[in-house]
């Protein structure tokens, strides 16, 4: 009977979401808000069909650790160290001030100082699973609001480990504070250090070992070995299992199997997390929302406000621009996951009253739920206070500062913009160069990563961090602008793959003499597609058309070249050479 409960449990998810969260995708809203109002309306404050959200809160957990693992996959330590600024600098004042305001305001209200200080600490903290799933969504990852966004939450959850450091002596004042902290902070630098080093002299010869059995599963139960026992090994000493996990991907990301590990992951990422914002929308106590409207409603309006406001500003003092800095605070507004942790933590232990904690979970789930309308508003906000795409070298490195292992594309027409959305789809960086300004104050609009520069001149290419670059790609119309660029790049960087779209064969070996890694004759290429299709309709086999167009590019196109010429009216006739 119980695992028959299990299951109906199970159905009713499933069930919910597949009805409710399409329907939010159809009028061109966010999945997490789907998701939030599936769980809504199969909770116990709605229908009733989930009696008790508590029995999959820790089973949906589990979305958050797949999301902060998949997220190390995307980092490395090079980009994490150029986000350090942001990190330990914008994030750590954000996490203070926002804490110090809410709970000085809590102590006015007459809350005890404990109760203030867990209330302001929970209410800093910002939706880590909301805010990145936009972001992806969208493929935002690489623009600069939101690197800066993802590198605030990434403070905001390192600071989860001492507060919940600091619940246990909140109650306790023989305790001595400084201690326990540093004891806490010892033992947390000790664990993860053994993890980077255990994770680099066995994870990358374990995988190579798993690789070789050609076993997909047991690829994918290694996979989940890691998360899980990355995250078990920082609970054990006080860590959240979201952070062990985000450790792991981090290692996992030096390695040249993150990209299967990614695929892997994926699917239990996206379900887990499904799972998580409908355990939160479950979480929404509607009675007491409806009794207590008008002050949840002055708090949620408040919160808001005023989380948006004072993160807007932090941002302008750390010189960011204002257009980014409009977009960073709003969607960095609510309350997150982890201010449930942190509160539902003290109800248990009695330093905050029930009702009172209730109130706070149900401000922190509404906040989570406008999330969708403050990034909305974020976004025409920063529109209106983008400025004209400037030409100054400076503005170009401040832009471009926090990127490493990108790609940069030089040409942004359609050829140029084609590559960008292949790379974007994929979750990859890059920064792109054109010197079109129309173009260009497009591209800003739309929020894309795309900056005026001449990839000629050796003083852009340092700007967009040609040294941390993973390759470049050169999709510029002009011939000799296109073998100019390709000549810079490789004089700056002989060791950089560089990729270029050539008009013809002649500008193709042109290409190669400047430096070009590798050339494609888009003429050429055109033509051998069109063959293949001709080929297929007349009933020549897939294979054998594969195997004909691939052996063409094997030889770099060199059968094609000097068939024909072009004659006088411009009909193609036979050529002379053998």
């Known amino acids: 009977m119980h695992a028959s409960a299990q299951l109906e449990e199970v159905l009713v998810f499933l069930i919910a979401a597949v009805c409710i969260v399409p329907l939010f995708r159809w009028f061109k809203s966010s999945a997490v808000l789907g998701y939030l109002a599936a769980g809504l309306v199969v909770g116990p404050h709605a229908l009733g069909l989930i009696k008790d959200p508590d029995s ?17 996959l995307e980092l490395s330590v090079e980009r994490l160290k150029l986000m350090r600024h942001y990190v330990f600098g914008l994030g750590a004042v954000q996490v203070f001030l926002t804490t110090l305001i809410i709970g000085g305001v809590m102590i006015l209200a007459g809350l005890s100082l404990e109760a203030a200080l867990i209330i302001g600490s929970g209410l800093a903290l910002s939706s880590t699973a909301f805010v990145v799933q936009l972001l992806v969504e969208r493929g935002d990852m690489i623009t600069r609001y939101g690197r800066v966004s993802f590198s605030v939450l990434l403070f905001q959850d390192l600071a989860i480990v001492p507060l919940l450091a600091l619940m246990p002596l909140l109650g306790a004042p023989d305790f001595s504070v400084g201690g326990a902290l540093a004891i806490a902070a010892v033992k947390a630098v000790a664990v993860v250090a053994a993890a980077v080093l255990i994770g680099r002299r066995v994870l990358r010869p374990l995988y190579r070992v798993i690789a070789a059995s050609r076993l997909q599963e047991l690829f994918v139960a290694v996979t989940l070995l890691v998360v899980l026992g990355a995250g078990w090994l920082m609970s054990q000493v006080g860590i959240s299992m979201a952070l062990g996990a985000f450790l792991a991907g981090l290692l996992l990301a030096e390695t040249e199997y993150r990209h299967q590990v990614e695929a892997d992951i994926r699917p239990f990422r996206g379900l887990l997390l499904g799972l998580f914002f409908m355990a939160v929308g479950m979480a929404i106590d509607l009675p007491l929302v409806a009794r207590e409207w008008w002050l949840l409603l002055l ?62 979970l149900a401000l922190i789930a509404l906040t989570m739920a406008a999330t969708p309308a403050m990034d909305w508003l974020g976004g ?12 100054s070298l400076d503005a170009l490195r401040e832009e471009t500062e926090g990127i490493a292992e990108h790609i940069i594309i030089a040409g942004f027409g359609r050829v140029g913009q084609t590559v960008a959305q292949l790379v974007g789809a994929c979750g990859l960086p890059y920064v792109a160069l054109d010197m079109d300004d129309a173009r260009i104050a497009h591209g800003h609009a739309a929020g894309l990563p795309l900056y005026y520069g001449d990839a000629s001149r050796v003083d852009v290419l340092e700007a967009v961090g040609i040294e941390r670059a993973k390759a470049a790609v050169i999709t510029i119309d002009r011939a000799d602008e296109a ?16 990729f270029v779209r050539s008009h013809d064969m002649s500008h193709a070996r042109e290409l190669e003499g400047a430096g070009a890694s590798a050339v494609v004759p888009e003429t050429v290429e055109a033509s051998l597609q069109l063959g293949g299709i001709l080929l297929s309709a007349v009933g020549v086999g897939t294979d054998d058309i594969t195997r004909v167009m691939n052996e063409l590019r094997d030889s770099n196109y060199a059968r094609l070249e000097g068939l024909v010429e072009p004659s006088g009216d411009g009909v193609a006739g036979r050529g002379k050479k053998k």
Request: a positive charge; hydrophobic letters at 60%; aromatic letters at 6%.
């Open 380 to 391: 025409r906000l920063s529109r209106l206070a983008t400025p004209k795409p400037g030409h």
């Open 299 to 360: 708090a949620v309006v408040a919160l808001l406000v005023v989380k948006s406001a004072l993160i807007t500003v932090i941002c302008l003092l750390f010189r960011l621009p204002a257009n980014v800095a409009l977009r960073v605070g709003p969607l960095l507004s609510q309350g997150g996951e982890f201010g449930f942790v942190l509160v539902g933590a003290a109800m248990l232990r009695g330093l905050l009253d029930l009702d009172l904690g209730q109130l706070v």
């Open 56 to 72: 999959v809160l820790f089973l949906a957990e589990f979305g958050v650790i797949f999301l902060l693992f998949a997220i190390g």
């Open 483 to 498: 073998s100019h660029a390709v000549a810079a790049l490789h004089r700056r960087m002989p060791g950089l793959p560089i």
